[in-house]
């Protein structure tokens, strides 16, 4: 069984930064592939990014954060991040961090078994 717990969200004003972390535990955290979804009120559960087990050589992106989020793994701490730069008002949502036992990068929600319980990252104009 694999816990994962979130960490980083908070307030911040359009254009900050913020990184939100994610740590997993479980001795088999490198080969997990590992991503991040959000939700915002009133609407559905969107894929953010995603990074593949392993060596974590394969990302993808959502098009409304590409170029302005990073995913990245740390397999020594059994930790994954997501650096969020240039924020905007719509990017407020719950963070969700999830992760598969396969190696591969999904970016279905269906296809992650483990989930965190969220961060609230909110975004003021």
């Known amino acids: 069984q694999v816990q994962l717990v979130e960490s980083g969200g908070g307030l911040v004003q359009a254009g900050d930064s913020l990184r939100l972390s994610c740590a997993a535990s479980?001795?088999?955290?490198?080969?997990?592939?590992m991503g991040w979804f959000r939700q915002a009120p009133g609407k559905e559960r969107e894929f953010v990014g995603s990074?593949?087990?392993?060596?974590?050589?394969?990302?993808y992106y959502a098009n409304s954060v590409k170029g302005r989020f990073t995913i990245s793994r740390d397999n020594a701490k059994n930790t994954v991040y997501l650096q969020m730069n240039n924020l905007k008002p719509e990017d407020t949502a719950v963070y969700y961090c999830?992760?598969?036992?396969?190696?591969?990068?999904?970016?279905?929600?269906?296809?992650?078994?483990?989930w965190g319980q969220g961060t609230q990252v909110t975004v003021s104009s």
């Open positions: 999830v992760g598969t036992s396969s190696t591969v990068p999904y970016t279905s929600p269906f296809r992650y078994n483990y």
């Open positions: 990074i593949s087990g392993s060596g974590g050589g394969v990302t």
């Open positions: 479980g001795r088999t955290f490198s080969g997990y592939a």
